[in-house]
């Protein structure tokens, strides 16, 4: 079986590309009759796809793995424990079970990177739903101490009340940017034109 595209993407650290390259290559392999189930990098698959924020997809993989390598591969359900987190929304389990497993040398950069990303959805979670949230609750979102989860929000512009333990979020000002097509503003001056005259 050939597994090159997914080294390859694993090498460049495109995990965003490693689900779509699992689902094609489980494809073809599976058209081909090939029994591939014994040596699928099923925790890689789980866990591309929970990089793309795709818990529905991790979720169907999950079901259609066979029970002989659930039972015999410890770090295929370590990778499903943080999809049942993502879907429950536990996200402080999230983070224990990123760090609650000893993950093999090829998946560890993999899981460092799903856990960067995803402190970055949590913040901008928290950005968007909160003007103010306690130093406690910022820690727990974010999978960091308190002193930790403090400092990185300050580095963001969020200020801290130290009498009552709260940060105030910091709201990023909205870019909008208008796109002016030359094609239409020659249109519309014609229209006007056309008006006037």
């Given at each position: 079986?050939?597994f090159?595209?997914l080294?390859?993407?694993m090498?460049?650290?495109?995990?965003?590309?490693?689900?779509?390259i699992?689902?094609?290559?489980?494809?073809?392999?599976a058209a081909?009759?090939?029994?591939?189930?014994?040596?699928?990098?099923?925790?890689?698959?789980?866990?591309?796809?929970?990089?793309?924020?795709?818990?529905?997809?991790?979720?169907?993989l999950?079901?259609?793995?066979p029970?002989?390598?659930?039972?015999?591969?410890?770090?295929?359900v370590?990778?499903?424990?943080?999809?049942?987190?993502?879907?429950?929304r536990?996200?402080?389990?999230?983070?224990?079970?990123?760090r609650?497993?000893?993950?093999s040398?090829?998946?560890?950069?993999?899981?460092?990177?799903?856990s960067?990303?995803?402190?970055?959805?949590?913040f901008?979670?928290?950005?968007?739903?909160?003007?103010?949230?306690?130093?406690?609750?910022?820690?727990?979102?974010?999978g960091?101490?308190?002193?930790?989860?403090k400092?990185y929000?300050?580095?963001?512009?969020?200020?801290?009340?130290?009498?009552?333990?709260?940060?105030?979020?910091?709201?990023?000002?909205?870019?909008?940017?208008?796109?002016?097509?030359?094609?239409?503003?020659?249109r519309?001056t014609?229209?006007?034109?056309?008006?006037?005259?």
């Amino acid at each position: 079986m050939d597994f090159s595209p997914l080294t390859d993407a694993m090498a460049s650290k495109s995990y965003d590309k490693i689900a779509d390259i699992c689902d094609q290559l489980m494809l073809q392999v599976a058209a081909d009759g090939v029994a591939f189930e014994d040596e699928w990098p099923y925790a890689i698959h789980l866990l591309g796809h929970l990089y793309v924020n795709d818990s529905n997809s991790a979720r169907f993989l999950w079901k259609s793995i066979p029970s002989a390598i659930k039972e015999n591969q410890a770090q295929v359900v370590a990778a499903w424990k943080i999809g049942q987190r993502l879907w429950t929304r536990d996200y402080a389990g999230v983070y224990e079970a990123i760090r609650g497993f000893e993950w093999s040398q090829e998946a560890q950069p993999l899981v460092a990177a799903f856990s960067e990303i995803y402190t970055k959805r949590m913040f901008q979670l928290l950005l968007s739903a909160y003007s103010t949230i306690s130093i406690e609750d910022t820690a727990l979102f974010l999978g960091m101490n308190e002193d930790d989860a403090k400092n990185y929000v300050q580095q963001q512009g969020w200020l801290e009340d130290p009498a009552s333990r709260m940060l105030t979020v910091k709201k990023q000002p909205i870019v909008t940017e208008q796109k002016l097509d030359p094609s239409k503003l020659q249109r519309l001056t014609e229209y006007v034109f056309h008006l006037e005259h």
